[in-house]
């Protein structure tokens, strides 16, 4: 049972569209952090989300997190090219220590 | 920060051989985590250290896998007996654990198995 539910797996689209990206979990969870990854790096942190219906943005990029801390999600107005990559949720459940809990990840394509 | 580092970027080994990597968190950095990502998932957690203690170990982590951080500062994975089923992208990262479990972490840039 995957106790972080990303979705959707893969997205493809084109220059200019908008996306969002969803976390779900039935866990609460202390904190949530979004990543993003290259291939053959380590994931690198875009934002970290801790109180619950929190809102952040980065740039052209809008991180949710929901008001019972159960769920999260990531929106990307007017999608570029540099903007491809693996795009992973993760979080702290609460009162279970220190280690990271991971979606499955979203691998998001921008064509031009 | 000079971030945190791993060595080896890529190792590649016959199956029932024993490999080792190392990591070297961020300086002052007193945590220090292990995650294995096969492709296409996200990251699995492994095992984590405060200091010098091992603090929690996944059930993924079979008698096969050994993890040590003897002086607190750099750790070392070990696996003995390789599998195929153990080719994975083997990551680590650090935090500075402040009292709450909301810290970020920082990933290194991982050790790629391949066994063949």
């Known amino acids: 049972t995957q106790l972080l539910e990303q979705s959707p797996q893969f997205l493809s689209i084109q220059e200019g569209e908008n996306l969002t990206v969803y976390c779900n979990s039935s866990?609460?969870?202390?904190?949530l952090q979004w990543y993003r990854q290259e291939p053959g790096e380590g994931p690198v942190l875009l934002v970290t989300?801790?109180?619950?219906?929190e809102v952040k943005k980065l740039k052209r990029l809008t991180f949710q997190f929901g008001d019972a801390r159960k769920d999260s999600s990531l929106h990307i107005t007017a999608a570029q090219p540099g903007d491809t990559g693996l795009y992973l949720c993760?979080?702290?459940?609460?009162?279970?220590?220190?280690?990271?809990?991971f979606g499955q990840g979203t691998e998001l394509s921008v064509k031009p | 920060d000079t971030g945190v580092s791993q060595d080896p970027r890529h190792k590649i080994t016959k199956r029932g051989q024993n490999v080792t990597f190392r990591c070297d968190p961020i300086?002052?950095?007193?945590?220090l985590y292990w995650y294995r990502q096969t492709l296409g998932q996200g990251p699995e957690f492994l095992t984590y250290?405060?200091?010098?203690?091992?603090?929690?170990k996944s059930r993924l982590l079979s008698d096969r896998f050994s993890a040590e951080r003897p002086k607190g500062s750099f750790s070392t994975l070990e696996i003995q007996r390789t599998e195929q089923g153990d080719s994975a992208m083997y990551l680590c990262?650090?935090?500075?654990?402040?009292?709450?479990?909301?810290?970020?972490?920082?990933f290194g840039p991982g050790t790629r198995l391949t066994v063949l």
């Open positions: 993760a979080g702290h459940i609460y009162n279970q220590g220190g280690k990271l809990i």
């Open positions: 866990s609460v969870f202390s904190s």
């Open positions: 989300v801790v109180t619950g219906g």
């Open positions: 300086s002052e950095h007193n945590r």
């Open positions: 250290f405060q200091n010098e203690a091992q603090l929690e």
């Open positions: 990262a650090s935090n500075r654990f402040s009292g709450g479990n909301t810290d970020t972490q920082y």
